[in-house]
């Protein structure tokens, strides 16, 4: 049998061995695909009908973008990238902190105590009144272990908490120092 020649795929000829002619590697190829496109026909497919496969070029990768093509990606290993390749490392942890306030402290100390500055590792709170500033003191630790929890290590190594600001006498752009408000009771 020639290499142009196909075996007809309903006869069940195969070559003879025993007559001491070894079988080609190409007509045992074209047997194995004969009997494979016979048993997909059966089961109801169309096998080789076109537009159903997709060819790349190249050797074939495993890896998202292994190979310099632009495969996807997952979104948060993207924006980990980009904020790493931008320095904007800290400024995620601190808006990770004042976003997530709530759910550190809770929401009744959430609407008590706000976040006023985060400068370095140093948290800056201010409570409304000075009974919450005194209760936000004693929560100071419980609070840095919740912040190292949900955010990560070292974020935040201290918290300053502030009482209520009182009132200012200082009004407008033609004040003047001194004193203040004490020389005028007394």
Known sequence: ????????????????????AAPEPMDAAREALTRARRTARDKGLRPGAAGRTRRHRGAASTEP????????????DEVDRLVA?????????VGGV????????????????????FEGSTLTVRARSTAWAT????????????IEELIGEDVVREIVVQGPAGP????????????GPRDTYG
């Open 65 to 76: 973008g292994a190979d310099g093509r632009r495969d996807p990606q997952l979104l948060g």
């Open 135 to 146: 209760q936000m003191r004693l929560l100071t630790s419980t609070v840095l272990g919740r």
């Open 85 to 93: 390749g931008r320095g904007w490392a800290d400024d995620v942890q």
């Open 1 to 20: 049998m020639t290499p142009a020649q196909a075996p007809d795929e309903t006869s069940g000829d195969e070559p003879d061995e025993a007559a001491g």
């Open 168 to 179: 200012h006498w200082r009004k407008g752009p033609l004040s003047s120092g001194g004193r």
């Open 98 to 117: 004042v976003g997530r306030w709530r759910a550190i402290v809770g929401d009744q100390v959430a609407s008590n105590v706000e976040v006023v500055a």
